[in-house]
T-cell receptor, first 112, second 113 residues
C-alpha cells in the first residue's frame, strides 16, 4: 500500500518568514495530493490540493509543488502569520477509491 | 446540514463495552469515510462508503469494528468489546465527489478506561 513520509515533524518560524513542509510517497500510481490544516482540538480542513498532471499550484500565500519523478511534494507558506500555527498533514491517493493515506503531520509554530 | 456532524463529541466507556459513533454527512454527499486519529498521528483510514455499500473496509483493524450506512446518509461506526487501545478521535468525512478533498466532522473522542 501507499506510504507517506512527512518532514519536519515540528517547524518553528518567525512571523513573516516562509515555511516549507515536505512529503514523499511510495505508490507511483498516486495522482491526488491534498493538504490539510488542523488547529488544536479542531477538525482537519482542506487548504490546497494538487493533481499529478500539474507541477505547481498557488492560492494566495500558500503553494504546493509536485515532483512525480522523485515522488515528493511540498507545501510552501509565505509571509507566515501567527494564525498559520497548526498541524499540517499531507496525503496521497490514487484513482479508483481516492482514499488518501496521510503523513504524520507537521506542527508549525509561528512566533509573533 | 451545513457541515459533517458527529455525535457524541466525547465518549468514555469501560473496557469490554460496546459503543456506537454516529456521523451525519453533508446533505447529498454520497461518499463517506471513517478515520481514526491517535495523538500526534495523521488520520488513519478505516472504511469508505459509496452510497449504502462499504466500498472499501480494508482499514478496519479487526472484526470488533463494523460500520453501516443503511440509507446512504447517516453512518454508524460500531465497536464491540472495546479495548484501551481503541482510545482515539474517530473522524468522519464526506464528499460529493470522491476525486476531490472532502469535509471532515469534528470527531468523536473515544476514551476506553
Amino acid at each position: 500500500g501507499e506510504n507517506v513520509e512527512q518532514h519536519p515533524s515540528t517547524l518553528s518560524v518567525q512571523e513573516g518568514d516562509s515555511a516549507v513542509i515536505k512529503c514523499t510517497y511510495s505508490d507511483s500510481a498516486s495522482n491526488y495530493f491534498p493538504w490539510y490544516k488542523q488547529e488544536l482540538g479542531k477538525r482537519p480542513q482542506l487548504i490546497i490540493d494538487i493533481r499529478s498532471n500539474v507541477g505547481e499550484k498557488k492560492d494566495q500565500r500558500i503553494a504546493v509543488t509536485l515532483n512525480k519523478t522523485a515522488k515528493h511534494f511540498s507545501l510552501h507558506i509565505t509571509e507566515t502569520q501567527p494564525e498559520d500555527s497548526a498541524v499540517y498533514f499531507c496525503a496521497a491517493s490514487r484513482g479508483g477509491s481516492y482514499i488518501p493515506t496521510f503523513g504524520r503531520g507537521t506542527s508549525l509554530i509561528v512566533h509573533p | 446540514g451545513a457541515g459533517v456532524s458527529q455525535t457524541p463529541s466525547n465518549k468514555v466507556t469501560e473496557k469490554g463495552k460496546y459503543v456506537e459513533l454516529r456521523c451525519d454527512p453533508i446533505s447529498g454527499h454520497t461518499a463517506l469515510y471513517w478515520y481514526r486519529q491517535s495523538l500526534g498521528q495523521g488520520p488513519e483510514f478505516l472504511i469508505y462508503f459509496q452510497g449504502t455499500g462499504a466500498a472499501d473496509d480494508s482499514g478496519l483493524p479487526n472484526d470488533r469494528f463494523f460500520a453501516v450506512r443503511p440509507e446512504g446518509s447517516v453512518s454508524t461506526l460500531k465497536i464491540q468489546r472495546t479495548e484501551r487501545g481503541d482510545s482515539a478521535v474517530y473522524l468522519c468525512a464526506s464528499s460529493a465527489d470522491k476525486r476531490y478533498g472532502y469535509t471532515f466532522g469534528s470527531g468523536t473522542r473515544l476514551t476506553v478506561v
